[in-house]
């Protein structure tokens, strides 16, 4: 994980980690975490990778969500997954 964030600011960074922690907390809801990045002024809608450990049972998986400054939320329009 250094070497993909190669010390990078993290406010200026196009990669964000989470601890194994963060999807334990988003169980309970989004509320739990809205919080995480927040309080950082980090928008991990501005990043192209986003990882996430998931400790569960203990088994241990990574969960990667890639172009997410891809995603837009446009209000009342219903999402296209062919675009």
């Known amino acids: ?3 993909i964030s190669r010390n990078e600011d993290p406010s ?3 990669v964000h980690f ?3 922690h ?6 309970d809801g989004p509320e739990a975490v809205s919080s995480w990045t927040a309080k950082k002024n ?3 809608f501005e990043r192209k ?3 996430i450990p998931i400790n569960e049972h203990l088994h241990w998986s990574l969960c990667v969500v890639v172009n997410c400054d891809k995603i837009k939320k446009i209000k009342g ?7």
């Not at 963060?22 to 169980?27: G, I, K, R």
Request: charged residues 15%; without cysteine.
């Open 18 to 20: 989470f601890t194994s």
């Open 1 to 3: 994980m250094r070497w």
């Open 77 to 83: 329009e219903s999402s296209n997954l062919d675009e």
């Open 49 to 51: 990778l986003i990882f």
């Open 12 to 14: 200026s960074s196009t």
């Open 42 to 44: 980090i928008n991990i």
């Open 22 to 27: 963060f999807f334990t907390a988003l169980s």
